[in-house]
């Protein structure tokens, strides 16, 4: 079974609460160390950007329920890819928030300000993970 990697985006809803944060990181956790899922998962205004790394099989349940989540919507998948080695194995759900996007990052990556994740691309959103990953302590 191969290893993939996924990267996608998505805007928050009205059904995002208070708590749901906390409750998506909660159980996104516990699922992906059950399931052999690495990743990170990045906040940034309304936007979510993931990466899940993990067996095919694996990768895709997951993604099918992260699609049919009512708290995020306009779930864009940026990057799909056989991987040979995971970028995130510290990780189950690395978490990067709103304060680690810095304007010289999100430039660095983007046509302009302020940031739209849907302007990625999959090689794009890929290296901008990876900065965070050598530049900031996941929460
Ligand atoms: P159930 O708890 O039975 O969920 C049933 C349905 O209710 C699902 O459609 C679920 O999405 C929805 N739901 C569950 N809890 C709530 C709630 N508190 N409020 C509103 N709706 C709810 N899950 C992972 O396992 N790994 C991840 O990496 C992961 N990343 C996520 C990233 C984002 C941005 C979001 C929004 C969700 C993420 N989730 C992740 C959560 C995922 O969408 C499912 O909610 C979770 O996997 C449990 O699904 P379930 O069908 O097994 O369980």
Not at 50 to 77: F, P, W
Not at 113 to 125: E, K, M
């Amino acid at each position: 079974m191969f290893l993939t990697r996924l990267i996608y985006v998505s805007t928050i809803t009205d059904k995002f609460g208070t708590t749901s944060l906390e409750d998506i990181l909660k159980v996104g956790r516990v699922n992906n160390t059950k399931n052999g899922i690495t990743g990170m998962l990045c906040f940034k205004d309304e936007y979510f950007i993931q990466c899940l790394e993990g067996s095919r099989d694996a990768i895709n349940q997951t993604y099918n329920k992260i699609l049919t989540d009512e708290r995020h919507s306009n779930v864009v998948m940026l990057e799909y890819t056989p991987i040979d080695v995971r970028d995130f194995n510290d990780w189950c759900m690395g978490y990067i928030p709103t304060s680690q996007f810095t304007d010289p990052l999100i430039l660095k990556f983007s046509t302009s300000l302020p940031f739209n994740p849907y302007q990625l691309s999959g090689i794009g959103a890929h290296q901008l993970l990876l900065e965070f990953k050598k530049n900031f302590t996941s929460f």
